[in-house]
């Protein structure tokens, strides 16, 4: 079975600084991806960014990048500059090519101007 | 036009009525899921479909029920509804392979 964690129910960053949000995963499967969404207070569900298991460089997209270390089974996400847009929750994902879709409990971010 | 539409968008509902969630993917997609996702909490699987034919449980499926109508098509059905079931309900759809989740835009129930 597979299984998200987040360690970090809420997190506050200074406007302009860069934060690290907490993630590690546990799976059987050696073929997996990973992935990170951004739920505002509006409530959609917002797509960041996606690492695959087999890819060897860590995922950017603009201001977010992804820590991945596979041996540890952490996806560390990390927003760069961050602005008051930011303030949302994140969640942390996992899929597998025959298991279904896992989500974390989620990381609440509150952006400080 | 959305990939994922769910409908109702939001809905309020009496305790004990029968209500039905609809979904329909235009993304082409076998895997279908249903969360639930309670104020401040993660999103809890209640159920998903790797293809019409095959429906599995999540982990609190209990008083819900699912359809598979069709590829595009998955439907949530709360047979006796109560008050605790008053959630945020995501459905989501995925390809074969370690893709990710498309969501709908959620449906907003709240059980009286």
């Known amino acids: 079975a597979q299984k998200i964690t987040q360690t970090q129910p809420g997190m506050f960053v200074q406007e302009k600084e860069a934060v690290t949000l907490d993630c590690t995963y546990d799976?059987?499967?050696?073929?997996?991806?990973l992935f990170w969404y951004k739920q505002p207070s509006s409530g959609e569900m917002i797509f960041l960014i996606y690492?695959?298991?087999?890819?060897?460089q860590n995922a950017t997209e603009g201001r977010y990048s992804l820590n991945f270390q596979k041996a540890r089974k952490s996806a560390n996400l990390v927003i760069s500059a961050s602005q008051l847009g930011d303030s949302a929750m994140y969640f942390c994902?996992?899929?597998?090519?025959?298991?279904?879709?896992?989500f974390g409990p989620g990381t609440s971010l509150s952006v400080i101007p | 036009d959305a990939d994922v539409t769910q409908t109702p968008r939001n809905r309020i509902t009496k305790t004990g009525k029968r209500i039905m969630l609809e979904c329909s993917q235009t993304?082409?997609?076998?895997?279908m899921y249903w969360y639930r996702q309670d104020p401040g909490l993660g999103l809890r699987l209640i159920y998903y479909?790797?293809?019409?034919?095959?429906?599995n449980k999540g982990e609190i499926s209990d008083g819900y029920s699912v359809s598979r109508q069709a590829q595009a098509k998955f439907s949530l059905s709360l047979e006796s509804a109560i008050p605790n079931q008053t959630a945020l309900y995501f459905c989501?759809?995925?390809?074969?392979?370690?893709?990710?989740?498309?969501f709908g835009q959620g449906t907003r129930l709240t059980v009286v």
């Open positions: 994902a996992i899929s597998t090519s025959y298991d279904k879709v896992i």
């Open positions: 799976t059987s499967d050696q073929s997996y991806g």
């Open positions: 690492q695959g298991s087999y890819d060897e």
């Open positions: 993304k082409g997609h076998d895997r």
């Open positions: 479909s790797f293809d019409v034919k095959d429906i």
């Open positions: 989501a759809t995925s390809a074969w392979g370690d893709t990710e989740a498309f």
